[in-house]
């Protein structure tokens, strides 16, 4: 199976930054798509941002935020400017073709906390 381990979340004040990481592991013989996801408490797992050749933002982290991906199969994302909206789970999504298989599957880590005071 695939194993997706995030780090990097913690808590900061209004204002400042963080990087999050989410290295990828297991029987993977391509990645197709990688993306980060958030959930605050009490409200529904919405999309953040994600790199699948090229990258895309949700609205309201457009011009903070920047993905990134390493040839280790390293997910990144770098957060500036954090709001207290911004306070979440952070997850991490890939979509993985398997190796020795031909269908892709989705994996989820489990999630690293954000936690941004005002």
């Known amino acids: 199976q695939v194993q997706l381990v995030e780090s990097g979340g913690g808590l900061v004040q209004s204002g400042g930054s963080l990087r999050l990481s989410c290295a990828a592991s297991?029987?993977?013989?391509?990645?197709?798509?990688m993306g980060w996801y958030r959930q605050a408490p009490g409200k529904e797992r919405e999309l953040v941002a994600t790199?699948?050749?090229?990258t895309t933002y949700a609205d309201f982290v457009k011009g903070r935020f920047t993905i990134s991906r390493d040839n280790a199969n390293t997910l990144y994302l770098q957060m500036n400017n954090l709001k207290p909206e911004d306070t979440a789970v952070y997850y991490c999504?890939?979509?993985?073709?398997?190796?020795?298989?031909?269908?892709?599957?989705?994996?989820w880590g489990q999630g690293t906390q954000v936690t941004v005071s005002s």
């Open positions: 999504n890939a979509n993985v073709r398997i190796a020795y298989m031909s269908n892709n599957k989705n994996y």
């Open positions: 297991g029987n993977i013989f391509s990645i197709n798509a």
């Open positions: 790199s699948a050749g090229t």
